[in-house]
């Protein structure tokens, strides 16, 4: 029996962490602990919120008294972290949310599982989820990020995953924690804030708005399906060594133009508009300040010692992905609008 506390499961890759682990491992008992920001949305868990292994607590991992109550109450001894303030654009207009949650928040959960398991390591684990971010940005001509690459963050959300990860590693090295750090690529799939990328321009195609592109629109990213990626924190979680890092990324390097427009190209069919109806919303915009070139990771290590690798293509994710958010424009134009606050009340009777 395994008691597992998954932070930020409310959110975009920790919902389809919790959804894996709640199906998976019915004799778990997996608590999801969120904060609720308006970036966590229990509707994202509405399938499997009535399960028995399964409970939601609202809280912050800021608060060491909450995490401590949490982790005693469900006597933890297991801990993925994903809760975090987690977009880049935010973080060039707030960059101290990022340090109080990713920086501080981290540190507090460190902390508390510390305290709370007293230096008994035996059957423990703190696995911290991050970013391949905190290794800066590549030449576009090659290169990709391994895990002994320096960090070099640029944004105030990659300062504040990099600042994260050193204190994990800090933990694992001072006080013995068996801490686990994982580095992976940007993510895709159903259930993403629409304020990234592909959902954003999913829901700016659907009601025909501009698709503002940053600079040339030349940067690239190194894609992921989220389902991929919940996969590997499984097998990571599961038998990943103790004190090590893993990269995880899906290979599938795309400039952000070609991504536009392989997106346009998806989106138009499954709405049946002319084929590339849409392009004529593509609109060139600023740069982002610090925007990164070129991410892509080598996750030769995963492969190579836990045997995990990516099972859905680009090509197939992408058609799952626009697929899902033009069969739920109504979770769309929830968040979006910001009625999905209200399901918390709903389901809870209190307002989050
Ligand atoms: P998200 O923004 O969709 O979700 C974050 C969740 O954390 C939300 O449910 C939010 O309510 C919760 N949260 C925020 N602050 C909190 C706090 N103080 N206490 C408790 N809960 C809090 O993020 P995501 O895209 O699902 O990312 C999850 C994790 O994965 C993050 O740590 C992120 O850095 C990392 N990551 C994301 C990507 C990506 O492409 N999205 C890629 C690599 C790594
Ligand atoms: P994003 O989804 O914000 O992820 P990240 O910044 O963590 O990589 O952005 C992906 C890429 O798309 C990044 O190069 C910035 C670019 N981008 C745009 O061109 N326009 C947009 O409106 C957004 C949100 C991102």
New binding site residues.
């Given amino acids: 029996m395994k008691h597992i506390l998954i932070t930020g499961g409310a959110g975009f890759i920790g919902s389809h962490v919790v959804r894996l682990f709640v199906r998976k491992y019915p004799d778990y008992r997996i608590v999801n602990f969120d904060k609720l920001t308006y970036a966590g949305n229990l509707e994202n868990l509405s399938d499997v919120e009535q399960c028995p292994n399964y409970c939601f607590v609202k809280g912050d991992i800021c608060d060491s008294e909450q995490v401590e109550a949490v982790m005693r109450q469900h006597a933890i001894d297991g801990i993925i972290h994903l809760a975090a303030e987690s977009?880049?654009?935010r973080s060039i207009t707030d960059p101290l949310a990022f340090a109080r949650t990713n920086v501080l928040g981290t540190l507090t959960l460190l902390q508390t599982a510390r305290t709370v398991w007293g230096g008994d390591w035996e059957g423990r684990r703190f696995y911290h989820i991050s970013?391949d971010?905190v290794y800066g940005a590549l030449p576009l001509d090659g290169g990709c990020f391994t895990e002994t690459t320096r960090y070099d963050p640029h944004s105030p959300?990659s300062a504040s995953k990099a600042s994260g990860d050193h204190f994990v590693r800090a933990f694992h090295d001072t006080y013995g924690l068996p801490t686990i750090v994982t580095n992976c690529s940007?993510n895709y799939g159903p259930c993403q804030f629409p304020?990234?990328?592909?959902p954003?321009?999913i829901n700016n195609i659907r009601h025909n708005r501009p698709?503002?592109?940053?600079?040339r629109?030349e940067?690239v990213?190194d894609w992921l399906y989220v389902e991929d990626h919940a996969r590997a924190i499984d097998t990571i979680f599961h038998r990943g060594c103790i004190g090590e890092t893993y990269n995880i990324g899906g290979g599938n390097e795309r400039s952000?133009l070609a991504l536009v427009h392989e997106l346009i190209r998806t989106t138009d069919r499954l709405l049946g508009r002319p084929e590339g109806a849409s392009e004529r919303l593509i609109t060139h915009?600023a740069d982002?300040p610090g925007?990164?070139l070129r991410?892509a990771i080598d996750a030769s290590k995963l492969r190579r010692e836990l045997g995990w690798q990516p099972e859905v293509t680009f090509g197939e994710g992408l058609e799952r992905t626009v697929r899902w958010y033009l069969a739920n424009g109504a979770w769309l134009d929830h968040v979006t609008s910001g009625a999905y606050e209200c399901y918390y009340e709903r389901m809870y009777g209190h307002r989050a």
């Fill in positions: 977009h880049v654009d970013t971010e959300y940007n304020e990234k990328l592909i954003l321009f698709l503002p592109v940053y600079g629109g940067n990213r952000n915009v982002r925007h990164d991410y």
